[in-house]
């Protein structure tokens, strides 16, 4: 079965903190994405990567970067943490081309105080 | 630009009740379906999805959804539902080629009573 793996469940952090998320697929996806979700908003496309560094913009960029260094491993970070950016961060990875299915890690709560 | 839209962010319903989720899409091009089940304190997990070939399409825990081109819908069904079909649904779409991503619709909580 394929893993996608989140490294926090639940993770709390001040404003203005640097904050990483980690994700690790052990598939071999070329594809990789991060999503924010938000009650009543549904998943939003924040980044998503094709290649190893590779990166590209998705719906909501802003406040946020991503790193790609290894295939199985992608990361998102937030520079600067705002209250705004409280939310559940869902990772997820596919395999070829878009009609396959992506598959997610369990999601990070994000608190932001 | 692509769009979905589910109707419904709430759907109640008894169990063993048959259930409808409703879900239209907007697009210019053809694009790829998909549903997407949420279970609480879970990632997403693909229900079913529409390619291409036959409007109906079946999930292996009796859900099915059919492909409607004129009404642009994509509506997920179940004749009989039980409380594990307690989730969170999401209906997406994706162009197609290599790096097309998929749109989600806000989703819609269904919640299955004894």
């Known amino acids: 079965d394929v893993k996608v793996t989140q490294s926090s469940r639940y993770l709390v952090k001040r404003t203005g903190e640097k904050v990483f998320l980690e994700c690790v697929q052990d598939?071999?996806?070329?594809?990789m994405f991060w999503y924010r979700q938000d009650p009543g908003l549904g998943l939003r496309l924040i980044y998503f990567s094709y290649d190893v560094k590779m990166k590209e913009k998705g719906d909501i960029p802003e406040g946020y970067s991503v790193s790609r260094e290894k295939k199985e491993r992608f990361s998102l970070i937030l520079e600067s943490a705002s209250t705004n950016q409280t939310s559940m961060y869902l990772c997820?990875?596919?395999?070829?081309?878009?009609?396959?299915?992506?598959?997610f890690g369990p999601g990070t709560r994000l608190t932001v105080l | 630009a692509q769009s979905v839209t589910q109707l419904d962010s709430q759907v109640p319903v008894f169990e063993e009740a048959p259930v409808e989720l409703r879900c239209n899409y907007s697009s210019s091009v053809s694009v790829y379906l998909f549903w997407y089940v949420q279970y609480p304190n879970q990632g997403l997990q693909l229900l079913l999805k529409?390619?291409?070939?036959?409007?109906l399409v079946e999930s292996i825990n009796g859900f099915e959804a059919e492909f409607n081109k004129s009404q642009t819908s994509f509506h997920l069904r179940k004749p009989s539902v039980h409380i594990s079909d307690t989730a969170e649904y999401f209906c997406?779409?994706?162009?197609?080629?290599?790096?097309?991503?998929?749109?989600f619709g806000k989703g819609t909580k269904l919640s299955v009573k004894p």
């Open positions: 598939m071999d996806h070329e594809n």
């Open positions: 997820a990875s596919r395999g070829g081309l878009s009609y396959n299915e992506q598959f």
């Open positions: 529409y390619l291409s070939g036959s409007t």
């Open positions: 997406a779409v994706s162009r197609g080629g290599s790096q097309g991503n998929l749109i």
